[in-house]
Protein backbone atom coordinates (compact mmCIF):
# COMPACT_ATOMS: atom_id res chain seq x y z
CA UNK A 1 0.00 0.00 0.00
CA UNK A 2 1.83 3.06 -1.02
CA UNK A 3 1.36 5.52 2.02
CA UNK A 4 2.47 9.12 1.13
CA UNK A 5 2.30 11.73 3.73
CA UNK A 6 -0.12 14.76 3.30
CA UNK A 7 2.48 17.02 3.85
CA UNK A 8 4.84 15.84 0.81
CA UNK A 9 1.68 16.22 -1.13
CA UNK A 10 1.52 19.37 0.37
CA UNK A 11 5.31 20.36 -1.05
CA UNK A 12 5.11 18.82 -4.20
CA UNK A 13 1.95 21.06 -4.95
CA UNK A 14 3.77 23.96 -3.59
CA UNK A 15 6.14 23.26 -5.83
CA UNK A 16 4.28 22.46 -8.86
CA UNK A 17 2.29 25.82 -8.53
CA UNK A 18 5.68 27.90 -8.84
CA UNK A 19 6.55 25.57 -12.05
CA UNK A 20 3.32 26.91 -13.70
CA UNK A 21 3.97 30.39 -12.91
CA UNK A 22 7.63 30.05 -14.14
CA UNK A 23 6.66 28.57 -17.20
CA UNK A 24 2.96 30.19 -18.28
CA UNK A 25 4.27 33.12 -20.10
CA UNK A 26 6.78 30.91 -21.88
CA UNK A 27 3.60 28.77 -22.68
CA UNK A 28 1.80 30.81 -24.10
CA UNK A 29 4.32 32.64 -26.19
CA UNK A 30 5.32 29.61 -27.68
CA UNK A 31 1.78 28.67 -28.43
CA UNK A 32 1.02 32.11 -29.94
CA UNK A 33 4.29 32.28 -32.26
CA UNK A 34 2.63 29.21 -33.66
CA UNK A 35 -0.67 30.31 -34.77
CA UNK A 36 -2.14 32.11 -37.75
CA UNK A 37 -3.25 35.55 -37.22
CA UNK A 38 -6.63 34.77 -37.30
CA UNK A 39 -6.04 31.83 -34.52
CA UNK A 40 -4.57 33.96 -31.98
CA UNK A 41 -8.11 36.11 -32.66
CA UNK A 42 -10.49 33.04 -32.12
CA UNK A 43 -8.40 31.35 -29.69
CA UNK A 44 -7.42 32.05 -26.13
CA UNK A 45 -3.91 32.92 -25.11
CA UNK A 46 -3.40 29.97 -23.77
CA UNK A 47 -4.89 26.92 -25.37
CA UNK A 48 -2.25 24.98 -27.89
CA UNK A 49 -2.78 25.76 -31.66
CA UNK A 50 -4.91 23.89 -33.45
CA UNK A 51 -3.34 24.07 -36.70
CA UNK A 52 0.19 24.71 -36.15
CA UNK A 53 1.95 26.61 -38.48
CA UNK A 54 5.88 28.61 -38.67
CA UNK A 55 4.48 31.07 -40.96
CA UNK A 56 5.03 34.08 -38.30
CA UNK A 57 8.71 31.56 -37.36
CA UNK A 58 10.01 32.49 -40.35
CA UNK A 59 8.76 35.62 -41.12
CA UNK A 60 10.46 37.07 -37.67
CA UNK A 61 13.66 35.18 -38.56
CA UNK A 62 13.81 36.93 -41.87
CA UNK A 63 13.28 40.30 -40.33
CA UNK A 64 15.89 39.74 -37.50
CA UNK A 65 18.33 37.48 -39.23
CA UNK A 66 21.10 40.07 -39.72
CA UNK A 67 20.65 41.37 -35.62
CA UNK A 68 21.30 37.63 -34.98
CA UNK A 69 24.55 37.84 -36.62
CA UNK A 70 25.76 40.68 -35.35
CA UNK A 71 24.68 39.54 -31.56
CA UNK A 72 26.80 36.53 -32.59
CA UNK A 73 29.80 38.71 -33.31
CA UNK A 74 29.52 40.14 -29.79
CA UNK A 75 29.29 37.11 -27.59
CA UNK A 76 32.24 35.55 -29.90
CA UNK A 77 34.39 38.78 -29.28
CA UNK A 78 33.30 39.75 -25.84
CA UNK A 79 33.52 36.07 -24.11
CA UNK A 80 37.32 35.40 -25.68
CA UNK A 81 38.91 38.91 -24.65
CA UNK A 82 37.19 38.94 -21.32
CA UNK A 83 37.65 35.66 -20.89
CA UNK A 84 41.75 35.57 -21.19
CA UNK A 85 41.82 38.81 -19.44
CA UNK A 86 39.81 37.69 -16.47
CA UNK A 87 42.13 34.65 -16.09
CA UNK A 88 44.96 36.01 -16.13
CA UNK A 89 44.02 38.88 -13.57
CA UNK A 90 42.45 36.55 -11.58
CA UNK A 91 45.53 34.12 -11.22
CA UNK A 92 47.92 37.36 -10.96
CA UNK A 93 45.70 38.86 -7.97
CA UNK A 94 45.03 35.20 -6.21
CA UNK A 95 48.56 33.69 -6.08
CA UNK A 96 50.76 36.66 -7.23
CA UNK A 97 49.57 39.43 -4.68
CA UNK A 98 51.52 42.52 -4.63
CA UNK A 99 51.32 45.71 -2.42
CA UNK A 100 47.58 46.96 -2.83
CA UNK A 101 46.84 44.30 -4.69
CA UNK A 102 43.69 43.67 -2.22
CA UNK A 103 42.35 47.28 -2.95
CA UNK A 104 42.79 47.14 -6.17
CA UNK A 105 40.86 44.08 -6.18
CA UNK A 106 38.08 45.81 -4.39
CA UNK A 107 38.09 48.40 -6.56
CA UNK A 108 37.11 45.53 -9.82
CA UNK A 109 34.20 43.97 -7.87
CA UNK A 110 33.03 47.23 -7.33
CA UNK A 111 32.81 47.71 -10.95
CA UNK A 112 29.68 44.59 -11.20
CA UNK A 113 27.69 47.66 -8.98
CA UNK A 114 28.00 50.51 -11.11
CA UNK A 115 25.15 51.66 -12.99
CA UNK A 116 25.34 51.45 -16.63
CA UNK A 117 23.93 54.95 -16.98
CA UNK A 118 26.97 56.66 -15.23
CA UNK A 119 29.08 55.27 -18.79
CA UNK A 120 26.57 56.45 -21.16
CA UNK A 121 27.29 59.65 -21.90
CA UNK A 122 30.52 59.63 -21.87
CA UNK A 123 31.03 56.22 -23.71
CA UNK A 124 28.73 58.02 -26.60
CA UNK A 125 31.20 60.77 -26.52
CA UNK A 126 34.57 58.68 -26.50
CA UNK A 127 32.68 56.36 -29.30
CA UNK A 128 32.06 59.67 -31.85
CA UNK A 129 35.95 60.89 -31.08
CA UNK A 130 36.72 57.46 -32.47
CA UNK A 131 34.19 57.12 -34.64
CA UNK A 132 32.85 54.14 -34.24
CA UNK A 133 29.50 56.03 -32.79
CA UNK A 134 26.68 53.65 -34.51
CA UNK A 135 28.77 51.06 -35.53
CA UNK A 136 28.88 47.58 -34.05
CA UNK A 137 32.75 48.14 -33.48
CA UNK A 138 31.63 50.29 -30.66
CA UNK A 139 29.70 47.33 -28.90
CA UNK A 140 32.51 44.85 -29.59
CA UNK A 141 35.11 47.21 -28.03
CA UNK A 142 32.65 47.98 -24.74
CA UNK A 143 32.18 44.37 -24.04
CA UNK A 144 35.68 43.05 -23.90
CA UNK A 145 36.01 45.50 -21.64
CA UNK A 146 32.73 45.07 -19.53
CA UNK A 147 33.12 41.37 -18.60
CA UNK A 148 36.53 41.62 -17.50
CA UNK A 149 35.28 42.67 -14.03
CA UNK A 150 33.05 39.75 -13.35
CA UNK A 151 35.35 37.61 -15.06
CA UNK A 152 38.50 38.24 -12.91
CA UNK A 153 36.16 37.44 -9.53
CA UNK A 154 34.84 34.33 -10.83
CA UNK A 155 38.31 33.34 -11.51
CA UNK A 156 40.29 34.83 -8.71
CA UNK A 157 37.46 32.98 -6.61
CA UNK A 158 38.47 29.13 -7.73
CA UNK A 159 41.73 30.36 -7.94
CA UNK A 160 41.40 31.06 -3.91
CA UNK A 161 39.57 27.77 -3.21
CA UNK A 162 40.40 25.03 -5.19
CA UNK A 163 44.18 25.24 -6.67
CA UNK A 164 46.41 25.10 -3.77
CA UNK A 165 49.62 27.52 -3.17
CA UNK A 166 51.64 24.60 -3.01
CA UNK A 167 50.81 23.96 -6.48
CA UNK A 168 52.21 27.33 -7.56
CA UNK A 169 55.54 27.17 -5.09
CA UNK A 170 56.32 23.76 -6.15
CA UNK A 171 56.45 25.01 -9.97
CA UNK A 172 58.45 28.18 -8.60
CA UNK A 173 61.30 25.63 -6.87
CA UNK A 174 61.18 23.39 -10.51
CA UNK A 175 62.15 26.95 -11.79
CA UNK A 176 59.24 27.78 -13.66
CA UNK A 177 58.31 31.65 -14.29
CA UNK A 178 54.51 33.15 -13.50
CA UNK A 179 53.90 32.75 -17.14
CA UNK A 180 55.29 29.14 -17.18
CA UNK A 181 53.26 28.43 -14.24
CA UNK A 182 50.05 29.99 -15.60
CA UNK A 183 50.22 27.71 -19.16
CA UNK A 184 51.57 24.60 -17.46
CA UNK A 185 49.87 23.96 -13.98
CA UNK A 186 47.00 27.09 -13.49
CA UNK A 187 45.42 26.99 -16.96
CA UNK A 188 45.00 23.35 -17.79
CA UNK A 189 42.68 23.02 -14.46
CA UNK A 190 40.90 26.30 -15.25
CA UNK A 191 38.29 24.38 -17.47
CA UNK A 192 35.37 24.84 -15.59
CA UNK A 193 35.83 28.84 -14.35
CA UNK A 194 36.44 29.08 -18.19
CA UNK A 195 33.23 27.61 -18.83
CA UNK A 196 31.19 29.21 -16.35
CA UNK A 197 32.67 32.48 -17.28
CA UNK A 198 32.05 32.07 -21.22
CA UNK A 199 28.40 31.26 -20.32
CA UNK A 200 27.71 33.77 -17.88
CA UNK A 201 29.11 36.36 -20.56
CA UNK A 202 27.18 34.86 -23.26
CA UNK A 203 24.00 35.29 -21.80
CA UNK A 204 24.88 38.72 -20.65
CA UNK A 205 26.24 40.29 -23.58
CA UNK A 206 23.49 38.19 -25.53
CA UNK A 207 20.82 39.87 -23.69
CA UNK A 208 22.02 43.59 -22.99
CA UNK A 209 19.70 45.76 -24.22
CA UNK A 210 20.75 49.52 -22.94
CA UNK A 211 23.97 49.69 -24.53
CA UNK A 212 22.98 48.42 -28.08
CA UNK A 213 19.95 51.08 -28.06
CA UNK A 214 22.34 53.60 -27.32
CA UNK A 215 25.67 53.33 -29.40
CA UNK A 216 23.84 51.71 -32.64
CA UNK A 217 22.00 52.53 -35.35
CA UNK A 218 20.71 51.77 -38.72
CA UNK A 219 19.45 48.79 -39.35
CA UNK A 220 22.40 46.75 -40.18
CA UNK A 221 24.26 47.43 -36.63
CA UNK A 222 21.21 46.68 -34.19
CA UNK A 223 22.20 43.72 -31.99
CA UNK A 224 18.94 40.91 -32.05
CA UNK A 225 17.81 42.85 -28.48
CA UNK A 226 17.70 45.90 -29.96
CA UNK A 227 15.83 44.67 -33.13
CA UNK A 228 13.14 42.77 -31.56
CA UNK A 229 12.17 45.70 -29.15
CA UNK A 230 12.13 47.58 -32.74
CA UNK A 231 10.14 44.94 -33.84
CA UNK A 232 7.66 45.15 -30.97
CA UNK A 233 6.95 48.89 -31.59
CA UNK A 234 5.93 48.40 -35.04
CA UNK A 235 3.65 45.24 -35.12
CA UNK A 236 1.70 46.18 -31.78
CA UNK A 237 -1.40 43.91 -33.14
CA UNK A 238 0.85 41.29 -34.30
CA UNK A 239 1.21 39.45 -31.37
CA UNK A 240 1.89 35.93 -32.88
CA UNK A 241 5.19 37.79 -34.75
CA UNK A 242 6.25 39.10 -31.32
CA UNK A 243 6.30 36.14 -30.06
CA UNK A 244 7.78 34.95 -32.55
CA UNK A 245 10.61 37.15 -32.71
CA UNK A 246 10.74 36.51 -28.32
CA UNK A 247 11.30 33.35 -29.19
CA UNK A 248 14.29 32.89 -31.16
CA UNK A 249 16.13 36.21 -29.24
CA UNK A 250 15.44 33.36 -26.13
CA UNK A 251 16.48 30.72 -27.74
CA UNK A 252 20.11 30.72 -27.25
CA UNK A 253 19.97 31.47 -23.90
CA UNK A 254 16.81 29.13 -22.49
CA UNK A 255 19.41 26.11 -24.38
CA UNK A 256 22.14 27.33 -22.34
CA UNK A 257 20.24 27.21 -19.20
CA UNK A 258 18.06 23.95 -19.89
CA UNK A 259 21.45 22.09 -20.80
CA UNK A 260 24.32 23.54 -19.25
CA UNK A 261 22.30 24.90 -16.50
CA UNK A 262 24.46 23.69 -13.56
CA UNK A 263 27.48 25.96 -14.66
CA UNK A 264 25.25 28.96 -14.78
CA UNK A 265 24.22 27.93 -11.32
CA UNK A 266 27.60 27.56 -10.03
CA UNK A 267 28.01 31.46 -11.21
CA UNK A 268 25.52 32.68 -9.37
CA UNK A 269 25.85 31.06 -6.27
CA UNK A 270 29.72 32.05 -6.33
CA UNK A 271 31.37 29.11 -7.43
CA UNK B 1 82.52 20.21 0.23
CA UNK B 2 79.79 18.70 -1.66
CA UNK B 3 76.98 19.97 0.39
CA UNK B 4 78.68 22.92 0.59
CA UNK B 5 78.94 22.82 -3.13
CA UNK B 6 74.81 22.58 -3.66
CA UNK B 7 74.29 24.69 -0.92
CA UNK B 8 76.00 27.91 -2.90
CA UNK B 9 74.68 26.22 -6.26
CA UNK B 10 71.07 25.89 -4.37
CA UNK B 11 71.54 30.04 -2.69
CA UNK B 12 73.05 31.07 -6.05
CA UNK B 13 69.56 29.66 -8.18
CA UNK B 14 67.44 31.29 -4.88
CA UNK B 15 68.82 34.67 -5.18
CA UNK B 16 68.60 34.67 -8.97
CA UNK B 17 65.07 33.05 -8.71
CA UNK B 18 64.16 36.12 -6.28
CA UNK B 19 65.61 38.66 -9.03
CA UNK B 20 63.94 36.63 -11.77
CA UNK B 21 60.52 36.62 -10.03
CA UNK B 22 60.51 40.18 -9.14
CA UNK B 23 61.48 41.62 -13.00
CA UNK B 24 58.65 38.47 -14.07
CA UNK B 25 56.34 39.82 -11.79
CA UNK B 26 56.57 43.14 -13.90
CA UNK B 27 56.15 41.05 -16.54
CA UNK B 28 53.09 40.16 -15.41
CA UNK B 29 51.75 43.20 -13.90
CA UNK B 30 52.50 44.87 -17.79
CA UNK B 31 50.16 41.99 -19.07
CA UNK B 32 47.25 42.49 -16.90
CA UNK B 33 48.12 46.24 -16.72
CA UNK B 34 45.76 47.10 -20.33
CA UNK B 35 43.41 45.14 -18.98
CA UNK B 36 43.24 46.83 -15.40
CA UNK B 37 43.59 50.08 -16.69
CA UNK B 38 40.77 50.10 -19.38
CA UNK B 39 38.50 48.72 -16.90
CA UNK B 40 39.48 51.49 -14.53
CA UNK B 41 38.67 54.49 -17.83
CA UNK B 42 35.85 52.54 -18.29
CA UNK B 43 34.05 52.34 -14.98
CA UNK B 44 35.97 54.97 -13.20
CA UNK B 45 37.39 58.22 -15.07
CA UNK B 46 33.92 58.11 -16.80
CA UNK B 47 31.98 57.93 -13.52
CA UNK B 48 34.15 60.93 -12.77
CA UNK B 49 33.37 62.91 -16.63
CA UNK B 50 29.83 61.74 -16.29
CA UNK B 51 30.33 64.17 -12.79
CA UNK B 52 31.68 66.69 -14.77
CA UNK B 53 29.38 66.36 -17.73
CA UNK B 54 26.41 67.34 -14.64
CA UNK B 55 28.60 70.21 -13.82
CA UNK B 56 27.67 71.68 -17.34
CA UNK B 57 24.97 73.38 -19.42
CA UNK B 58 26.00 70.83 -22.52
CA UNK B 59 22.88 69.97 -24.66
CA UNK B 60 22.48 68.90 -28.19
CA UNK B 61 24.93 65.60 -29.46
CA UNK B 62 27.51 68.36 -29.93
CA UNK B 63 29.88 69.62 -27.14
CA UNK B 64 30.26 73.16 -26.39
CA UNK B 65 29.27 73.89 -22.90
CA UNK B 66 30.06 75.93 -19.72
CA UNK B 67 30.53 74.70 -16.22
CA UNK B 68 27.56 76.59 -14.68
CA UNK B 69 28.54 74.74 -11.03
CA UNK B 70 25.50 72.65 -9.15
CA UNK B 71 22.78 74.30 -11.18
CA UNK B 72 21.30 71.38 -12.23
CA UNK B 73 21.37 69.95 -9.07
CA UNK B 74 19.09 72.88 -7.99
CA UNK B 75 16.93 72.16 -11.44
CA UNK B 76 17.01 68.53 -10.66
CA UNK B 77 15.59 69.04 -7.02
CA UNK B 78 12.64 71.45 -7.92
CA UNK B 79 11.45 69.13 -10.76
CA UNK B 80 8.35 67.35 -10.19
CA UNK B 81 9.50 64.55 -12.66
CA UNK B 82 12.59 64.00 -10.85
CA UNK B 83 10.33 63.49 -7.79
CA UNK B 84 7.89 61.04 -9.23
CA UNK B 85 10.66 59.34 -10.61
CA UNK B 86 12.19 58.83 -7.36
CA UNK B 87 8.89 57.42 -5.82
CA UNK B 88 8.23 55.20 -8.49
CA UNK B 89 12.23 54.44 -7.49
CA UNK B 90 11.33 53.79 -4.19
CA UNK B 91 8.09 51.84 -4.53
CA UNK B 92 9.70 49.72 -6.86
CA UNK B 93 12.59 49.26 -4.39
CA UNK B 94 9.98 48.67 -1.52
CA UNK B 95 8.08 46.16 -2.96
CA UNK B 96 10.29 44.09 -5.75
CA UNK B 97 13.36 43.62 -3.20
CA UNK B 98 11.91 41.87 -0.51
CA UNK B 99 9.29 40.23 -2.94
CA UNK B 100 11.76 38.78 -4.86
CA UNK B 101 13.61 37.46 -1.46
CA UNK B 102 10.70 36.22 0.19
CA UNK B 103 9.53 33.82 -2.53
CA UNK B 104 13.10 32.71 -3.58
CA UNK B 105 13.43 31.91 -0.22
CA UNK B 106 10.59 29.66 -0.10
CA UNK B 107 11.30 28.19 -3.48
CA UNK B 108 15.14 27.38 -2.02
CA UNK B 109 13.34 26.03 1.35
CA UNK B 110 10.91 23.81 -0.79
CA UNK B 111 13.88 22.47 -3.12
CA UNK B 112 15.18 21.60 0.34
CA UNK B 113 13.14 19.13 1.66
CA UNK B 114 14.89 16.06 -0.62
CA UNK B 115 12.94 16.41 -3.39
CA UNK B 116 13.12 14.36 -6.06
CA UNK B 117 13.75 15.76 -9.28
CA UNK B 118 15.31 18.69 -7.48
CA UNK B 119 17.50 19.62 -10.51
CA UNK B 120 14.83 19.64 -12.76
CA UNK B 121 12.69 21.86 -10.48
CA UNK B 122 16.10 24.31 -9.87
CA UNK B 123 16.20 24.48 -13.96
CA UNK B 124 12.42 25.57 -14.44
CA UNK B 125 12.79 28.19 -11.52
CA UNK B 126 15.72 29.57 -13.15
CA UNK B 127 14.21 29.75 -16.74
CA UNK B 128 13.00 33.13 -16.54
CA UNK B 129 16.02 34.24 -15.57
CA UNK B 130 17.96 33.55 -18.74
CA UNK B 131 15.81 35.52 -21.02
CA UNK B 132 16.40 39.10 -21.99
CA UNK B 133 14.44 41.80 -20.42
CA UNK B 134 13.04 42.67 -24.21
CA UNK B 135 11.77 39.31 -24.42
CA UNK B 136 10.47 39.30 -20.83
CA UNK B 137 8.73 42.74 -21.75
CA UNK B 138 6.91 41.70 -24.39
CA UNK B 139 5.41 38.45 -22.51
CA UNK B 140 3.93 40.21 -19.99
CA UNK B 141 2.29 42.79 -22.29
CA UNK B 142 1.07 39.98 -23.77
CA UNK B 143 0.20 38.41 -20.08
CA UNK B 144 -1.21 42.30 -19.26
CA UNK B 145 -2.97 42.71 -22.46
CA UNK B 146 -6.12 44.34 -21.91
CA UNK B 147 -9.01 42.41 -24.67
CA UNK B 148 -6.60 39.03 -24.89
CA UNK B 149 -4.32 39.16 -22.43
CA UNK B 150 -3.57 35.51 -20.37
CA UNK B 151 -4.33 37.59 -17.03
CA UNK B 152 -7.32 38.55 -17.87
CA UNK B 153 -8.86 35.58 -19.42
CA UNK B 154 -7.70 33.32 -16.42
CA UNK B 155 -9.61 35.91 -13.87
CA UNK B 156 -12.71 35.65 -16.84
CA UNK B 157 -12.39 31.43 -16.30
CA UNK B 158 -12.19 31.82 -12.60
CA UNK B 159 -15.65 33.97 -12.65
CA UNK B 160 -13.47 37.47 -11.42
CA UNK B 161 -14.67 39.24 -14.32
CA UNK B 162 -15.46 42.33 -11.93
CA UNK B 163 -11.44 42.07 -11.42
CA UNK B 164 -10.95 42.44 -14.73
CA UNK B 165 -7.95 45.58 -15.61
CA UNK B 166 -6.21 47.84 -18.40
CA UNK B 167 -3.20 46.72 -16.29
CA UNK B 168 -0.81 48.34 -18.12
CA UNK B 169 -2.58 50.92 -19.58
CA UNK B 170 -3.97 51.91 -16.04
CA UNK B 171 -1.88 54.66 -14.71
CA UNK B 172 -2.55 53.56 -11.01
CA UNK B 173 -1.30 49.76 -11.56
CA UNK B 174 1.15 49.46 -14.05
CA UNK B 175 4.17 50.12 -11.78
CA UNK B 176 2.35 46.81 -9.96
CA UNK B 177 2.10 44.82 -12.97
CA UNK B 178 5.93 45.77 -13.85
CA UNK B 179 7.27 44.96 -10.08
CA UNK B 180 5.12 41.53 -10.14
CA UNK B 181 6.92 40.70 -13.94
CA UNK B 182 10.40 41.59 -12.29
CA UNK B 183 9.45 38.94 -9.05
CA UNK B 184 8.47 36.73 -11.86
CA UNK B 185 11.91 37.14 -13.91
CA UNK B 186 14.45 36.87 -10.39
CA UNK B 187 12.51 34.95 -8.37
CA UNK B 188 14.65 31.64 -9.33
CA UNK B 189 18.11 33.15 -9.08
CA UNK B 190 17.50 34.45 -5.57
CA UNK B 191 15.88 30.53 -5.20
CA UNK B 192 19.65 29.89 -6.05
CA UNK B 193 21.49 32.04 -3.89
CA UNK B 194 19.40 30.96 -1.07
CA UNK B 195 19.92 27.44 -1.99
CA UNK B 196 23.56 28.07 -2.19
CA UNK B 197 23.51 29.24 1.34
CA UNK B 198 21.26 26.76 3.19
CA UNK B 199 23.84 23.90 1.67
CA UNK B 200 26.90 25.43 3.11
CA UNK B 201 25.43 24.83 6.50
CA UNK B 202 26.97 21.40 7.58
CA UNK B 203 24.53 18.68 7.82
CA UNK B 204 25.43 17.54 11.16
CA UNK B 205 24.55 20.79 12.72
CA UNK B 206 20.63 20.42 11.58
CA UNK B 207 20.89 15.98 12.11
CA UNK B 208 21.69 17.29 16.03
CA UNK B 209 18.93 19.19 15.96
CA UNK B 210 16.23 16.70 14.65
CA UNK B 211 18.02 14.50 17.52
CA UNK B 212 16.83 16.69 20.27
CA UNK B 213 13.55 16.40 18.68
CA UNK B 214 13.37 20.27 17.15
CA UNK B 215 10.34 19.93 14.36
CA UNK B 216 11.36 21.11 11.04
CA UNK B 217 10.19 24.56 11.13
CA UNK B 218 12.42 25.44 14.51
CA UNK B 219 15.36 23.59 12.34
CA UNK B 220 15.00 26.50 9.94
CA UNK B 221 14.31 29.32 11.96
CA UNK B 222 16.42 28.89 14.50
CA UNK B 223 19.32 27.08 13.20
CA UNK B 224 19.59 27.84 8.71
CA UNK B 225 18.64 31.08 8.38
CA UNK B 226 20.82 33.29 11.18
CA UNK B 227 23.64 31.56 9.39
CA UNK B 228 22.57 32.00 5.99
CA UNK B 229 23.02 35.90 6.92
CA UNK B 230 25.49 36.24 3.78
CA UNK B 231 23.11 35.08 1.47
CA UNK B 232 20.23 37.86 2.36
CA UNK B 233 22.99 40.39 2.26
CA UNK B 234 24.21 39.54 -0.96
CA UNK B 235 20.71 38.96 -1.98
CA UNK B 236 19.88 42.23 -1.12
CA UNK B 237 22.73 44.13 -2.71
CA UNK B 238 22.43 42.27 -6.03
CA UNK B 239 18.36 43.26 -6.11
CA UNK B 240 18.97 46.70 -5.08
CA UNK B 241 21.41 47.65 -7.44
CA UNK B 242 19.04 45.89 -9.98
CA UNK B 243 15.93 48.28 -8.65
CA UNK B 244 18.20 51.43 -9.29
CA UNK B 245 19.61 50.83 -12.24
CA UNK B 246 16.08 49.60 -13.97
CA UNK B 247 15.67 50.47 -17.57
CA UNK B 248 15.22 47.96 -20.29
CA UNK B 249 11.77 46.30 -18.77
CA UNK B 250 10.36 49.81 -18.36
CA UNK B 251 11.46 50.95 -21.40
CA UNK B 252 10.57 48.23 -23.51
CA UNK B 253 6.83 47.75 -22.01
CA UNK B 254 5.81 51.10 -22.53
CA UNK B 255 8.84 53.86 -22.65
CA UNK B 256 7.82 54.58 -18.81
CA UNK B 257 3.97 55.08 -19.37
CA UNK B 258 0.69 55.30 -19.91
CA UNK B 259 2.39 58.77 -18.56
CA UNK B 260 4.79 59.33 -16.02
CA UNK B 261 2.94 56.21 -13.95
CA UNK B 262 6.46 54.44 -14.51
CA UNK B 263 9.14 56.26 -14.91
CA UNK B 264 11.89 55.18 -12.49
CA UNK B 265 15.36 57.26 -11.91
CA UNK B 266 16.87 55.00 -15.07
CA UNK B 267 14.22 55.61 -17.49
CA UNK B 268 13.78 59.75 -16.88
CA UNK B 269 17.46 59.99 -17.18
CA UNK B 270 17.28 57.84 -20.68
CA UNK B 271 14.65 60.05 -21.82
CA UNK B 272 16.40 63.51 -20.77
CA UNK B 273 19.48 62.60 -22.38
CA UNK B 274 18.36 60.87 -25.60
CA UNK B 275 14.67 61.81 -26.31
CA UNK B 276 15.05 65.57 -25.03
CA UNK B 277 19.51 66.09 -25.88
CA UNK B 278 19.77 67.22 -21.95
CA UNK B 279 22.84 65.80 -21.71
CA UNK B 280 23.81 67.41 -19.17
CA UNK B 281 20.81 67.20 -17.43
CA UNK B 282 20.85 63.45 -17.83
CA UNK B 283 24.02 63.30 -16.40
CA UNK B 284 22.66 64.53 -13.48
CA UNK B 285 20.26 61.75 -12.79
CA UNK B 286 23.09 59.56 -13.48
CA UNK B 287 25.19 61.09 -10.51
CA UNK B 288 22.10 60.67 -8.31
CA UNK B 289 21.49 56.74 -9.15
CA UNK B 290 25.30 56.35 -8.77
CA UNK B 291 25.78 57.81 -5.34
CA UNK B 292 22.27 55.34 -3.69
CA UNK B 293 23.85 52.39 -5.33
CA UNK B 294 27.27 53.22 -3.91
CA UNK B 295 25.86 54.35 -0.33
CA UNK B 296 24.57 50.46 -0.39
CA UNK B 297 27.37 48.80 -2.57
CA UNK B 298 30.70 50.39 -0.51
CA UNK B 299 29.84 49.40 2.98
CA UNK B 300 29.51 45.98 2.73
CA UNK B 301 32.48 45.58 -0.07
CA UNK B 302 35.03 46.72 2.26
CA UNK B 303 33.26 44.85 5.44
CA UNK B 304 33.84 41.48 3.33
CA UNK B 305 37.28 42.18 2.57
CA UNK B 306 38.37 43.45 5.50
CA UNK B 307 37.16 39.88 7.49
CA UNK B 308 39.28 37.91 4.75
Same mark, same amino acid.
Given at each position: MLNIKPSRILLYGLLIIFVIASLLPLWTCIVTALKSSQEVILTTPITPPIDPTMEKIIESINLLKKPLMNSLILVFSGVMVSAFFGSFIGYIFSKHRFPGSIYMFILIVLCLYIPPQVQLIPMVRTMSNLG @?? %?? @?GALVLLYMLFGIPMCAFIFKTFYDDEIPDSYINAAKVDGAGIWTTYRRVVLPLSILPFVVAALLQVVVIWNDFIWGLVLTSGKANLPITVAMANLKGSFVAEWNLQMAGALWVSMPTLIIFIFLGKYIIRGYSGL | MRTLNQNILFNATGVKQVEEGKKEKLIALLVILPGILSVFIFFYIFSGWNFIISLTDWEGFIPSYN !? !? %? @?KNYIQLFQDPLFWTSLKNNILLIVLFVPGVMIIGLCMAVLLD? *?? *??EGIFRTIYLLPFSLSFVVTATLWSWMYSPRVGTINFILGKLGLTSLRKGWITDPNMVMYCIIIALIWQFAGYSCIIFLAGIRSIPHSQTAAAMVDGASNFTIYWRIILPQIKASFITAFIIFMCFALKAFDFIWVLNRGGPGYSAHILGVTMYKETF???KFAYGATYSTIILLLSLLIVVPFLFRIYKEK
Open positions: @LF %GN @L | !I !I %G @LQ *RV *RASFD
